[in-house]
């Protein structure tokens, strides 16, 4: 099944008359300077009305919504300074996101944003303002029944002056490319925000299967239980013990490059729910591991994003999901597991279940010869001290990949910040019981040595560790599941 939430995201070249634009609301951008908002002449032009007394029917610092009289075809005339073109990509996303909620907040059920001259240079803002669009509009409602509240909105309209006639087509491509990426953002945050119960591995597969029916082109197998014991998958199945739901791994395979080309593999942890087994996490904001899967939902989204658009790669995309619970049947502190790679491994805490299951989901994908694997998963929570909600943490074992990676995130305006795996830090992998211990180091660099363990398995390609922990989720009142890394995924596989 798709995920998008708005019916369209289209981009109109009109003459400068937006008198005749029939709209539940327009947005203008305009400049401001200090506290004074400047109207643009043309806007003043085209609709003289706006010298007339308007009633104001939302006020704030930074913007206003007024109406406008009946001269005009659109009911709300929204008049909203805008930021520069060299500011950071997230007061563009701010700016967008305040655009839609807006328009929701007021029942519209479409909306049509006036894309100046600034913006209309600028196919990458474009891209970006119709991916912020799609993804400002997503709201929560799979579980709700008496407080479901559908939004309104449903459809975005771009509108670009005739001056820009002959970047129309680059500019409606970047638009599509956006609402695409919008897209699978919203499908990563919606398996994301299902509750555990709602969201086990088997109802992933399931979810996961149904992808077929809108992208065909989308090969999609999966490996249950008794497969991946059979495969040897002795790290990944102690994770998956103590819980009655049984893991899955999903495969999705999308082949839109040259027949010989090697495959991107991307490698996502799919814990639906993650208790820390034994090693028991305090109750405290336990109900945020829900979200321990969000790697594999970033998978799940990207690998839709590349089909939408019919993109001329070839990837690979790997959901390894399990739950981690404990029980009389969970895996111990102590206990010693086999990996698929054949390398033993001591458990010492059974909360760091999502580098067992990763490492044998890297092990497996060396079947498909992939030109380079990123592995995405919530791993850390040393992350999140780290770098806080605003950048992935980033380690490799080829720079220039890393190099490609931070360069789409600071494109896409989806960033990471690059942490060294240096030898050093591979000490604390040593055990006196087993070839690898699966914590080790103390209170110290826990997201290096995560890394550093998974690094043990990923020898014989080009790998990259993206721990989004931080940033795959937002904690508090507002709390949910963010989308996060699918717009960078996205933007290295399209580059």
């Given at each position: 099944?798709?995920?998008?939430v ?13 008198k ?22 043309f ?55 305040s ?18 001259a ?64 919008g ?29 077929k ?113 404990p ?123 995560a ?14 560790h ?30």
């Open positions: 099944m798709a995920y998008k708005l019916n369209s995201i289209t981009l109109k070249i009109i003459k400068d008359n937006y005749s634009v029939v709209t539940d609301m327009l947005t203008v951008p305009c400049e401001s300077k200090g506290k004074k908002t400047n109207l643009p002449t806007l003043i032009k085209n609709l003289p009305e706006l010298n007339q007394p308007l009633k104001v029917i939302n006020a704030g610092k930074s913007k206003k919504v007024i109406t406008v009289s009946n001269n005009s075809k659109a009911g709300l005339l929204h008049i909203s300074p805008q930021p520069s073109k060299n500011d950071p990509t997230f007061k563009w996303v701010n700016y967008f996101s655009l839609v909620l807006d328009a929701i907040s007021n029942n519209c059920k479409d909306l049509c944003i006036v894309l100046n600034e913006l209309a240079s600028s196919p990458k803002l474009v891209e970006i303002a119709a991916r912020t669009c799609e993804s400002a509009a997503y709201s929560f409602n799979a579980t709700k029944n008496k407080t479901k509240k559908l939004n309104s909105l449903k459809k975005v309209t771009f509108l670009v002056d005739d001056s820009h006639k002959k970047d129309a087509s680059t500019l409606k491509n970047s638009t599509a490319i956006g609402f695409a990426i897209e699978g953002m919203n499908a990563a945050k919606y398996l994301g925000d299902m509750p555990a119960n709602h969201c086990t591995p088997k109802i992933i597969e399931s979810k996961t299967k149904a992808l029916k809108d992208f065909p082109t989308l090969k999609i197998s999966s490996l249950n239980e008794k497969d991946l014991t059979k495969l040897g998958m002795g790290s990944y199945m102690s994770v998956a013990k103590g819980s009655i739901e049984p893991p899955r791994m999903l495969i999705i395979e999308y082949k839109g490059g040259n027949k010989n080309d090697k495959p991107a593999v991307f490698v996502g942890k799919g814990i639906t729910f993650d208790t820390g087994g034994i090693s028991l996490k305090p109750s405290g904001s336990m109900d945020e591991m829900k979200w321990d899967m969000c790697g594999a939902a970033s998978v799940f989204g990207v690998m839709q994003t590349i089909a939408r658009l019919k993109a001329k790669v070839n990837v690979v995309g790997i959901m390894a999901c399990a739950e981690n619970m029980s009389s049947k969970a895996t111990k502190p102590g206990d010693v597991v086999t990996s698929m790679s054949g390398q033993t491994i001591e458990i010492l805490n059974t909360d760091a279940e999502g580098r067992l299951v990763l490492c044998d989901a890297l092990t497996y994908v060396k079947k498909f010869k992939p030109s380079y694997v990123v592995d995405i998963a919530t791993l850390t929570g040393a992350c999140v001290v780290a770098l806080g909600k605003h950048a992935s943490g980033l380690m490799a074992n080829d720079q220039k990949l890393a190099d490609k990676l931070l360069a789409a995130g600071e494109d896409a305006g989806d960033r990471a910040w690059q942490l060294p795996l240096w030898d050093e830090y591979q000490v604390c992998t040593k055990t006196n019981f087993a070839d690898l211990a699966n914590i080790g180091g103390g209170r110290e660099a826990g997201t290096v040595h890394a550093c363990f998974l690094s043990n398995f990923t020898q014989d390609y080009s790998w990259a993206l721990d989004i922990a931080g940033t795959a989720w937002i904690t508090g009142p507002k709390k949910g599941a963010t989308g996060r890394p699918v717009p960078l995924l996205a933007e290295m596989l399209l580059k």
